[in-house]
């Protein structure tokens, strides 16, 4: 794990430089981003070795105020959780070198660097922390360095409102947390992890419900969403992109880490967070449909993912409670897939909206329209998270919930309460897909394509550089994704790997449903193509036929 | 090769088939209605013709036509005719042929936006509302098909040995209810009556037809091409279930199918000439009652499947 701490102190070098040299505003950005992204890279590839290499995990421990133990470990979960950290974190510091540019606020922007790079050093030891104490530092750390970002804008009275919001929120889930650390620490007596499985079953229980409820908050469960569209669009947009994309993808994290370390599949805990999914799905995107503020939309669409990924995991829990392999394999795997996908998709809308705020001063998607013309790069884009995000191939969206269906599939033949638990699953995720649909048509419709209704829309320009570089590659990745699915969720079985699941499946009856998914998206494209040809050969044709009918 | 020429058919067939709709009708309504072969001569006239944009569009208001016709044959590629084996299947393929189609709309939905028409903006709205609905119907009716077949494939819904089969006790009666709701997804999805009139003439009445106003010439020859197509899809679903025999004459089969795909398009033809289209606000409960159907009728197999 050597590699591991090395990158994340030169990711702290690249937070902390800022702060010496903000009198210098370019160079400071740059020095920033390329140490950071220096971080990220080692990081990454140190991960992705972890994660394609599975052997025994790596454990490092330190001793800490003599009492405690800093120790960290590294198994495939972590692993898997820590790639979104180091992929979209230095593409939204990339972002910011255009967004960021008020040389006047030059301490408040280096302000802001520095606790980006602690946030993103504190989400990559929440991902790896292996005992109680580490865990609870490394969680603490990561919400008030958010709660910073959130209130960059600290003049703003919204935001310094927005920022308590979610202060209050962040306080009160850790509380939930530490109280299920109490009662562990009241059975165990130690503050290691491991011993968790030895828990009496309905200390399990509370453990588990109190956790849920603490990472619940983090994570965007509702009813504790509340805090996700006031912070949201009160954070500058990059910083909105990271914490929507990743960091609350940590509570998530935090579950199923809770989950692996209890060890009992009990269908009580699978019925939990498949409910709490589908209320949280439906529900969010509802609300989100309402929105009119595109980063108020884009926080409630948050909420809706987070429920998608809830239905995954309760449907993969359900599928290791009964002892079928398939769905339990095929839930986790879209689980994680959508972790992955959603904080893709769901940074590339933030930043998105990011340019349309930069360059309008416009919240509302109401006043704005026609932008796609003003802003080609950005409009494009962000059709392609808009496909993404409603899951609709051949966009990475898609793949995500076509694992989840598959396992809720697979799940049909139970009996009972599993049974119509797992059949309305199928139905939620219908629906979400459909009124997801409805939310982001709305969206683009409204503030990229028809006329102008404001001012402010009608003098639109192009995003900076590097904002439109940023969302260029993530759009490409989504459609990656969406069209070459196989080495991705190889990485998410591999991600899924430590989990004590049902043996007796194997990944590659699925890899074959996967190549088959990317022929057909292939299929579509060409046969998109091709009408698309013949449908231009043909109107050059009947150009052509008027016109010598016109002329003679 | 058998595949191919059955898909090749299908597509020819489809505006044949659309124009019985019209010709029964016109029987009901005591008029003679035009020709059989209406909708190929309407196709060749809009291909001729060239295509007009308003200011406002952009690339997505040509590219809406292209998508949803594109997905509309994608699902016929994957469908069984005649219980013809498809030109191409895979176990799962049902998933992501609804999503595509869920792409052909989110497209025309675009399409309808890019026109800065508040009217075509109406219309995206309701078409989004309703089709969400819809396709709650569906999955549930693919939940129970699982459950009765353990298959999520065309193919194996309607080919192969474990078929699915109104005639075969006591599961075969549940089909019943899907057979009902699946007609009444039919006439959602393709803007029938009592849903949505394709006959009206006032805009602010319109669902489907108002979005694609602003479309000429091969746009909208692309657009009613993907029509039929999804219309003869959603027909020859409710086909096999009503007929899942397979005889060993490739031609008697075909004969048999085709004839019962016309059958249902004159239950839609009547349907219309019966029936006056909703109100609005009854609509949601026309399209929530197919998805009750087939719910009951998934909770039903907890006793009879196990």
Redesign the interface.
């Known amino acids: 794990m050597n590699a591991f701490f090395l990158s994340l102190a030169v990711i702290l070098c690249g937070g902390v430089l800022p702060l010496f040299i903000h009198r210098q505003f370019n160079m400071m950005k740059a020095a920033c981003f390329a140490l950071v992204a220096a971080g990220c890279a080692l990081g990454l590839f140190d991960t992705l070795s972890a994660l394609l290499h599975p052997g025994v995990a790596a454990t490092v421990s330190w001793p800490w105020l003599h009492i405690f133990a800093l120790s960290f470990k590294m198994d495939s979960i972590s692993a898997f959780f820590l790639i979104p950290i180091f992929l979209i974190s230095p593409l939204a510091i990339l972002y910011s070198l255009h967004y960021m540019e008020k040389p006047e606020h030059s301490l408040r922007t280096a302000t802001n660097y520095f606790f980006n790079a602690v946030l993103i050093v504190s989400m990559a030891l929440v991902a790896c922390a292996d005992n109680i104490p580490t865990f609870a530092l490394a969680w603490e750390i990561m919400s008030v360095s958010s709660y910073f970002l959130v209130v960059y804008d600290f003049q703003d009275k919204d935001t310094r409102k927005a920022g308590y919001l979610y202060f209050i929120f962040a306080q009160g889930g850790a509380m939930f947390l530490f109280a299920a650390f109490a009662v562990i620490y009241r059975y165990t007596g130690n503050f290691a992890f491991i011993d968790l499985a030895t828990l009496p079953e309905t200390a399990k229980l509370i453990v588990f419900i109190l956790a849920f409820i603490g990472f619940g908050s983090k994570a965007g469960i509702f009813p504790l969403h509340i805090w996700l569209p006031y912070a949201h669009p009160a954070a500058p947009s990059h910083i909105s992109a990271v914490m929507s994309g990743v960091m609350i993808k940590m509570g998530i994290y935090g579950i199923v880490r809770i989950y692996e370390l209890l060890g009992t599949p009990s269908l009580l805990f699978s019925q939990i967070v498949l409910v709490a999914g589908m209320i949280t799905g439906v529900l969010g995107v509802v609300y989100a449909l309402g929105k009119q503020d595109v980063k108020k939309l884009l926080a409630y669409s948050s909420v809706e993912n987070i429920g998608i990924i809830l239905i995954g995991l309760g449907i993969g829990m359900t599928g290791v409670a009964t002892n079928t392999a398939a769905m339990a394999f095929c839930g986790f795997a879209g689980a994680f897939m959508h972790v992955f996908n959603h904080s893709i998709f769901k940074s590339l809308l933030f930043m998105g909206a990011g340019a349309i705020l930069h360059k309008t001063k416009i919240r509302s998607i109401e006043q704005l ?2 932008l ?2 003003r802003m080609p790069i950005t409009g494009r884009s962000f ?1 392609v998270g808009s ?1 993404a995000i ?4 051949p966009f990475s969206g ?1 793949i995500g919930e ?1 694992l989840i ?2 396992g809720s ?1 697979q799940g ?2 139970l ?2 309460a599993s ?2 638990l797992t ?1 309305m699953a ?2 939620s ?3 979400i ?3 997801a ?2 939310c ?3 969206v ?3 503030a990229f ?3 102008p209704r404001s001012a402010g829309a009608a003098q639109a320009t192009e995003a900076g550089f590097t904002m439109q570089l940023t969302m260029v590659s993530l759009a490409c990745a989504c459609l990656l994704i969406g069209v070459l699915p196989a080495p991705f969720v190889r990485l998410a079985f591999k991600g899924i790997g430590d989990l004590q699941l049902v043996g007796g499946y194997a990944p590659d009856t699925f890899i074959e ?1 996967l190549d ?2 990317s ?3 292939g ?2 494209l060409l ?2 193509l091709a ?2 040809a013949l ?1 231009t050969l ?2 050059h044709a ?2 052509r ?2 016109l010598c009918r016109f002329h003679g | 090769m058998e595949s191919i020429v059955s898909f090749c058919f299908a597509l020819l067939a489809a505006p044949l088939l659309a124009a019985v709709i019209m010709k029964v009708k016109a029987y009901v309504a005591g008029k003679q209605g035009p020709p059989l072969f209406i909708k190929y001569y309407t196709l060749a006239k809009l291909f001729r013709k060239g295509s007009v944009y308003s200011n406002s569009t952009s690339f997505v208001f040509k590219l809406g036509p292209v998508i949803s016709c594109c997905s509309a044959i994608m699902v016929l590629l994957f469908f069984p005719f005649a219980g013809v084996a498809p030109v191409f299947s895979f176990h799962g393929d049902v998933i992501i042929l609804f999503y595509l189609l869920g792409l052909g709309r989110f497209f025309t939905i675009l399409a309808a936006l890019d026109t800065a028409s508040p009217f075509e903006g109406m219309g995206a709205a309701r078409e989004a509302y309703f089709s969400t609905l819809a396709e709650a119907t569906i999955f549930v009716v693919l939940a129970l098909f699982f459950r009765l077949t353990g298959s999520l494939s065309f193919a194996g819904y309607f080919t192969g040995t474990a078929v699915i089969n109104l005639w075969n006790p006591p599961a075969g009666s549940l089909l019943l209810l899907v057979v009902v709701a699946m007609f009444m997804v039919l006439l959602t999805e393709n803007s029938r009556v009592p849903v949505d009139d394709p006959a009206t003439h006032l805009e602010l009445t319109m669902i489907h037809e108002v979005m694609i106003l602003d479309h000429s010439g091969p746009d909208l020859a692309l657009i009613e091409l993907g029509a039929y197509l999804k219309l003869f899809f959603y027909s020859a679903f409710i086909t096999r279930l009503l007929y899942p025999f397979q005889l060993e004459n490739v031609y008697q089969n075909g004969i048999i199918f085709y004839g019962i795909v016309c059958l249902i398009y004159v239950a839609v033809g009547i349907t219309e000439s019966i029936m006056a289209r909703y109100r609005m606000h009854l609509v949601p409960k026309f399209i929530l009652t197919s998805f009750a159907l087939v719910f009951f009728a998934t909770i039903l197999t907890m006793e009879i499947v196990r």
């Open positions: 329209g026609g796609i013309k059709l496909l409603s899951g609709l191939p898609f076509f269906y598959y599939f049909l033949h009996t009972r049974f119509i059949a199928i139905v995720l219908a629906v897909g459909g009124l649909t409805a982001f048509t709305k683009v419709g409204l394509l028809g006329e449903v088959n998914i022929k057909a998206a299929l579509f046969l998109v009408i698309s449908r043909l109107s009947v150009y036929h008027l």
